[in-house]
T-cell receptor
Framework: DTEVTQTPKHLVMGMTNKKSLKCEQH?????MYWYKQKAKKPPELMFV???????INESVPSRFSPECPNSSLLNLHLHALQPEDSALYLC???????????????FGPGTRLTVT | AQSVTQLDSHVSVSEGTPVLLRCNYS??????LFWYVQHPNKGLQLLLK??????LVKGINGFEAEFKKSETSFHLTKPSAHMSDAAEYFC?????????????FGQGTELSVKP
């Protein structure tokens, strides 16, 4: 199974709402990632988890809060977002963060987020 | 520092004709190079990867790419385009000494395939 799943597929939220994005993989991968992708642009890395610990935070605003409850799950908690945060949020996983295998990332289909 | 430049933001071909998507990279060390494809409203799918083995790399769906160190290029080719190839393609670089897991994406090339 080489699939990364993400829920929900679409999310519309107001600027005062609290919501969460979920990501799951069952490939035994120990590294998981959150990316943000605006239209017609490449993905931008937000967070990296390795062995359930936060490894990289690319200076993401605190209104985005990641969580890795176990090695298969990755959440992104959203609070007080701005309209400019509307984007496709992609989750990815890789075997680990060591060596060439770390760069072969498997992506989920994404959550299309609209902030109103 | 590593970087990657995709030389065309948009490429249009007719079905059945060859595809060439161009990518140049810059890396201080031996790079790992990838091509990812993204169909509309979908996630990214790995097409192929180069990690210092054979310089001609074969991927899925008939795509291949050749690593040319002297030209710092990693162009993606396919002999005959299919309508289903219409998508956004990203050339990606990372190197063995980079912080684990960080991919550097090109700006993308949108491939259109005309019937």
């Amino acid at each position: 199974d080489t699939e990364v799943t993400q829920t929900p597929k679409h999310l519309v939220m107001g600027m005062t709402n609290k919501k969460s994005l979920k990501c799951e993989q069952h490939m035994g991968h120990r590294a998981m990632y959150w990316y943000k992708q605006k239209a017609k642009k490449p993905p931008e890395l937000m967070f990296v988890y390795s062995y359930e610990k936060l490894s990289i935070n690319e200076s993401v605003p605190s209104r985005f809060s990641p969580e890795c409850p176990n090695s298969s799950l990755l959440n992104l908690h959203l609070h007080a977002l701005q309209p400019e945060d509307s984007a496709l949020y992609l989750c990815a996983s890789s075997q680990d963060l060591s060596g060439p295998s770390s760069y072969e990332q498997y992506f989920g289909p994404g959550t299309r987020l609209t902030v109103t | 520092a590593q970087s990657v430049t995709q030389l065309d933001s948009h490429v249009s071909v007719s079905e059945g004709t060859p595809v060439l998507l161009r990518c140049n990279y810059s890396s201080s060390y031996s790079p790992s190079l990838f091509w990812y494809v993204q169909h509309p409203n979908k996630g990214l799918q790995l097409l192929l990867k180069y990690t210092s083995a054979a310089t001609l790399v074969k991927g899925i769906n008939g795509f291949e790419a050749e690593f040319k160190k002297s030209e710092t290029s990693f162009h993606l080719t396919k002999p005959s385009a299919h309508m289903s190839d219409a998508a956004e393609y990203f050339c990606v670089v990372s190197d063995s000494y980079n912080q684990g897991g960080k991919l550097i994406f090109g700006q993308g090339t949108e491939l259109s395939v005309k019937p």
